[in-house]
């Protein structure tokens, strides 16, 4: 039996590993802590075995670079993951699981062009986000030895049933519009079941190292729009010849290269000793909708 203690009692990634690993109950027993003020520090970490680490503070188009709210990302996504896992260590916990970014790397897709992440990419990150999940990581990383396991996790874009952030938004684009541009790109995605199964990998291997998991296969756009809309029961055509619109656009805003852009971690980057792709593109897609 492996306890595990969940930081973050309404984060979406950590109710959604709770209620994948409830699957297992003779293998998980698994519980949750409020990390928004000081009172976990009065929390017993004794008798528990992991500590998978999901609260933050998300990033925002209207905060990411604003040099005034980065000691709130720092305090927040920075510093207190350090606090948590020092506390885990000398309190006897052997594994500290903690939910990075891929923005740890700075990158972003220019419309028409492709950008691969591999193990040579350096970590360069651009916004308050990804600075503070950074150091974090060294924080955290510093820790790791003598009993004490650190796996850092770099997931792309996450998506899955009752998710926030930019998949909600491609499903309003598909429940809203009668057509959509057929754009060739190529991204980076991982689907929420996928995650929760490279997670339970870790927990009965106990090992640490960093990890930068993603789908089996590469999502397109436009393609991912067109399987929500059927998803949901409607058939959404892919009309072409939209590239000049979106040249025009991604001058105007960062969401047409956000979307259309063709950011890629190398599959080799993504490998695992064992398969966590439960879930196909198809399958996840109909799962996220039903």
């Not at 949901?232 to 979106?246: N, Q, R, T």
């Not at 852009?261 to 980057?269: I, W």
Request: net charge neutral.
């Amino acid at each position: 039996m492996r306890r595990v203690l969940i930081t973050g009692v309404h984060s979406y990634l950590g109710q959604s590993l709770r209620a994948f690993l409830a699957q297992w109950p003779e293998e998980f027993q698994v519980e949750s802590l409020s990390v928004r003020d000081s009172n976990w520090k009065e929390a017993d970490f004794h008798g528990f075995d992991a500590i998978y680490h999901t609260a933050a503070l998300v990033h925002m188009e209207q905060n990411k670079h604003d040099p005034d709210q980065a000691a709130l990302y720092d305090e927040v996504n920075g510093r207190l993951p350090v606090l948590l896992a020092e506390k885990a260590k000398a309190e006897g916990v052997s594994q500290f699981i903690f939910l990075s970014t891929m923005a740890v790397y700075g990158l972003t897709a220019p419309y028409g062009k492709t950008v691969s992440i591999t193990a040579d990419t350096p970590l360069r990150p651009a916004d308050n986000y990804g600075r503070s999940k950074l150091a974090a990581e060294q924080g955290l990383r510093a820790l790791a030895g003598n009993g004490f396991s650190v796996a850092i996790l770099r997931p792309p874009m996450i998506y899955g049933k009752g998710c926030k952030g930019n998949f909600r938004t491609l499903e309003a684009m598909a429940a809203k519009l009668p057509c959509f541009p057929a754009v060739q790109n190529q991204r980076s995605m991982l689907y929420v079941g996928n995650l929760n199964a490279l997670v339970k990998c870790l927990l009965e291997s106990r090992e640490g190292g960093v990890f930068c998991p993603q789908n089996a296969s590469y999502v397109n756009t436009s393609e991912l729009v067109r399987e929500i809309a059927r998803a949901k029961g409607k058939e959404l055509p892919l009309i072409p010849g939209f590239g000049w619109v979106l040249s025009l656009l991604r001058h105007m805003t960062p969401a047409v290269d956000k979307a259309f852009g063709s950011l890629c971690y190398d599959p080799a980057l993504s490998q695992y000793k064992t398969d966590y792709c439960l879930w196909d593109f198809p399958a996840s897609v109909k799962e996220s909708e039903a």
